[in-house]
């Protein structure tokens, strides 16, 4: 998801992993003095005070992981609703029904496939990334199968939806477990948030490539508008396919090159994360600590105050920026009128966004995630309102799309920026009851995917009962004034009431050094009390 998130986005994504009942524990302390651990050239130690650090290699294999997700969801949400309606040549009835039951379906799969991830067996090459090995294969060639027109006259519907579900379900397989490894690549919060930046960066890339692959090589293959719609609303699908047969398969080709390279990237970059990261794994047994049944888990995680202040701020502004990103392109080229430019103008959002992570990235650090975060994702608002009070001007569309990809940034990187603290504050209220992390992540990528569903299943039927015209040149005004409402001012109240729910987050940057400093203090008290039981059993005599 491009905007997102991401959960789509952005995405869309830190999704940690639940220890299964019966699974071993060990302290964060033990994990980090594991000589196989610190002698596998994946974790080294910081020669200034002795804390183990990841090499810049990980941080980048690791980042590298998180592009499919992104590259599949932007092309997907940019793109996905125009390809169903010109393309495809589905109804907006029936093209709502496919953006929504598989946004939904796809919301539904990511706490049931993080509950089977969380007790899930050690292997040979860890827990996780056997799952990104495994989904990967059957998740490309659902992937070619989405964006390929079967040759039949009806059944499209249940062609785009089957094929939908199911890729969303293996990117789930993949995504859930690939997010799990910010919490287990280290166990330091500096090195956790170092890894995130490199993530984000390489995401929001992947946003960018995304949507410069399936922008170029589709847009330079659009099939014709067709101008007689305007006088003859009656004119049949089948009518349409004869009369630009070429034109339109020539499109449908073009659909399936993009959906082809993006294939092989999304392979690649499994590639890349299988061989240039390691999971920390647990090499001195159980600890005292026990793992708890998942529904107790999921009440725990659901009452705890923080968490759920932080979901609703996430899901009100996630739902704007996708409100935005389904149906941008459409107000690109009916509303501005910028047909042969609209994909230009997606590809400089997304670009200014990745060259503005690295500033996010120093303001959060200079003056706090909360400040940034209202900073960053209301500055988007002017934009908003700019783009659409303004006369269709190519040059002012230009600059409001580079303005706009720099709050997109700022709520691309922080909002997943913070679940990592209210996971640490969560494990000092409730330091007996570990491993809770996949149930964190998985229910924030659900509420995003949720928040994705909802945004294209209503923007899609508002086009239709505005009476959108399907592949017409020009849409009747209620479908501009859709439009206009669609990307300016619903997205403008929905980022309001999220900043609401971020003004009550009650974690600010002195919550956040005191519980980084309660957490060190913990380890280490672990460490000496294990150290001190190791000492004990070697001197007592046998």
């Not at 490309?140 to 199911?166: A, E, R």
């Not at 400089?348 to 994702?377: E, N």
């Not at 015209?469 to 300016?488: A, E």
Request: with cysteine.
């Amino acid at each position: 998801n491009a905007f997102s998130h991401s959960e789509r986005q952005i995405s869309e994504t830190h999704t940690s992993m639940a220890k299964g009942e019966g699974g071993e524990n060990c302290s964060a302390k033990e994990l980090l003095k594991s000589p196989e651990i610190l002698n596998s050239g994946h974790i080294k130690l910081d020669k200034n005070n002795g804390k183990p650090m990841l090499s810049v290699c990980n941080k980048i294999c690791y980042a590298i992981g998180g592009a499919p997700y992104q590259i599949t969801g932007s092309a997907i949400g940019f793109f996905l609703q125009i390809y169903l309606l010109d393309v495809t040549l589905l109804d907006p009835f029936n093209a709502s029904i496919i953006l929504f039951v598989g946004r939904a379906w796809d919301a539904i799969t990511d706490p049931t496939v993080g509950f089977f991830v969380s007790r899930s067996k050690w292997m040979k090459f860890g827990r996780l990334l056997p799952w990104i090995v495994m989904s990967t294969p059957f998740a490309v060639t659902t992937y070619l199968l989405m964006w390929y027109v079967p040759n039949i006259s009806t059944g499209k519907l249940f062609w785009y939806l089957i094929f939908y579900c199911l890729f969303q379900t293996l990117m789930t397989c993949f995504h859930v477990p690939y997010s799990a490894l910010t919490m287990f690549i280290s166990n330091d919060q500096t090195e956790r948030d170092s890894a995130t930046a490199y993530r984000m960066t390489v995401e929001v890339l992947g946003t960018v490539l995304g949507t410069a692959i399936q922008g170029q090589i589709v847009g330079n293959s659009n099939a014709p508008c067709i101008a007689s719609l305007e006088l003859n609303l009656t004119v049949s699908s089948e009518e349409i396919n004869i009369t630009h047969q070429i034109s339109l398969e020539q499109t449908r080709k073009a659909y399936m090159i993009a959906a082809g390279v993006i294939c092989i990237i999304y392979v690649i970059c499994a590639a890349v994360l299988f061989y240039g990261v390691q999971e920390i794994r647990d090499t001195h047994g159980k600890s005292s600590k026990r793992a708890i049944p998942f529904f107790q888990g999921l009440k725990m995680v659901m009452q705890h105050g923080p968490y759920v202040k932080l979901i609703l701020g996430f899901l009100f502004t996630s739902l704007a920026f996708m409100l935005l990103e389904g149906n941008f392109a459409l107000f690109c080229i009916y509303t501005l009128g910028f047909r042969d430019h609209f994909q230009n103008i997606l590809l400089l959002i997304m670009l200014s966004a990745t060259l503005t992570i690295p500033f996010w990235q120093w303001f959060l650090s200079r003056f706090g995630k909360k400040t940034s975060c209202y900073i960053g994702i209301s500055s988007a608002i002017p934009f908003l309102i700019l783009i659409v009070t303004i006369k269709s001007n190519l040059v002012v569309a230009y600059l409001v799309s580079v303005a706009a990809g720099v709050s997109v940034a700022a709520a691309f990187l922080l909002s997943w920026s913070m679940l990592p603290d209210v996971i640490d504050d969560f494990n000092l209220k409730y330091p007996d009851y570990p491993g809770l992390e996949a149930i964190f992540y998985s229910f924030y990528v659900f509420f995003t995917k949720f928040a994705s569903g909802v945004s294209l299943g209503v923007s899609t039927l508002s086009l239709d009962f505005a009476g959108y015209l399907t592949r017409g040149c020009v849409q009747p005004n209620t479908v501009d004034t859709t439009l206009k409402i669609l990307v300016c001012p619903l997205p403008v109240a929905l980022i309001l009431v999220g900043l609401f729910f971020f003004k009550l987050y009650p974690i600010d940057e002195e919550t956040r050094r005191k519980n980084k400093k309660l957490l060190e203090d913990l380890r280490i008290n672990e460490s000496d009390t294990d150290s001190s039981d190791t000492y004990s059993n070697k001197s007592t005599p046998v």
